[in-house]
């Protein structure tokens, strides 16, 4: 069991780029969860998978947002023209879908200058 | 939005001492939860306890819940200079987490 995985772990970006995010959750679970944290504060949840199935979006994912999860494993989380408010750490969570205790990533920290 | 309401927003204590924190939820629940997010890192769940539970116990850990109040609240006894992080606590649990804004907990070795 090798844990969540998230990649990159930083990435810094001039504002009206794209960045793509990517996490890998433990193997066997088929829930995946993308969260967005900003300084002080806790996570705030973006959107959730059930294998392919992308089951929820929060009202806080914009339509410069985008995520996918297309073989039911990995999972990307797109931003398109990047803003200085989208600056935060995501961070990616798994579980076994009936279970709710959620394994967290290592998370990818967002600058956007 | 945030669920709720971790007390204090930060702690600071010496080691060896028990640190308690507390979380205050606004909505019915089935569970809720603890994590632990040490500085700048992903989360790591601690203890879950049921709504039909009042109190749970995992080692140093100590948690209380209380439905008709709405709060739970976290001890940790004996703490460590390791024990230095941030703590959540979450409701939801099988469905998308919500979390409160944290305790910064500082132990001083």
């Known amino acids: 069991d090798t844990g969540v995985s998230q990649d990159p772990r930083h990435k810094i970006t001039k504002r009206g780029q794209n960045v793509t995010f990517r996490c890998d959750p433990i193997s066997e679970h088929n829930r995946l969860y993308w969260y967005r944290q900003t300084l002080g504060q806790g996570p705030e949840f973006l959107t959730y998978f059930q294998n392919e199935a992308q089951l929820e979006k929060s009202r806080l994912l914009s339509d410069r947002f985008s995520a996918e999860r297309p073989k039911g494993s990995f999972s990307t989380l797109e931003i398109q023209r990047t803003e200085q408010g989208d600056s935060a750490m995501y961070l990616c969570?798994?579980?076994?879908?009936?279970?709710?205790?959620?394994?967290f990533g290592p998370g990818t920290r967002l600058t956007v200058t | 939005s945030q669920q709720g309401e971790e007390d204090p927003q930060a702690l600071s204590i010496q080691e060896g001492e028990n640190a308690t924190m507390n979380c205050s939820y606004k909505?019915?629940?089935?569970?809720l939860q603890w994590y632990r997010q040490n500085s700048g890192r992903g989360l790591v769940h601690l203890i879950l306890?049921?709504?039909?539970?009042r109190e749970k116990h995992s080692g140093r850990l100590r948690v209380t819940l209380d439905t008709s109040k709405k709060s739970s609240s976290l001890l940790i006894t004996a703490s460590r200079a390791a024990d230095t992080a941030s703590y959540f606590c979450a409701t939801g649990g099988n469905t998308p987490l919500v979390f409160g804004k944290g305790t910064r907990l500082s132990v001083i070795a």
């Open positions: 909505t019915s629940i089935n569970n």
């Open positions: 969570a798994s579980s076994l879908g009936g279970l709710p205790e959620q394994y």
């Open positions: 306890i049921r709504s039909n539970e």
